[in-house]
């Protein structure tokens, strides 16, 4: 392998690394970080999302039943559903193809 070679595997390889999230990387993230049920502050940690992308993105899995709002004593709680559970494996499994 020549240098021109090596430069640009390594260029691949950074650009794979940084490249910007999709729309089903973002969804996955929100699901996984909900598994046990959590406060909407700890899935944007655990997503890494910002406020904005958190208000994009919890209403469409809400209404679509991926997600659920619980009400609870420590107030409300995101808990990932059984439907959000299967879309969360199905994509695994697309995703080691």
Avoid: H
Wanted: hydrophobic fraction near 35%; proline fraction near 2%; avoid cysteine.
């Amino acid at each position: 392998m020549n240098v021109r070679e090596e430069t640009i595997i390594r260029r691949t390889e950074i650009d794979d690394k940084d490249r910007r999230r999709g729309r089903m990387d973002v969804i996955s993230s929100i699901l996984e970080a909900a598994t046990n049920g959590t406060k909407k502050t700890r899935i944007m940690y655990k997503a890494a999302l910002n406020f904005k992308q958190m208000q994009k993105y919890l209403p469409l899995l809400l209404k679509r039943g991926l997600l659920e709002n619980v009400q609870t004593d420590r107030g409300p709680l995101y808990i990932t559903t059984e439907k959000g559970l299967n879309f969360l494996k199905k994509y695994k499994e697309l995703n080691n193809i």
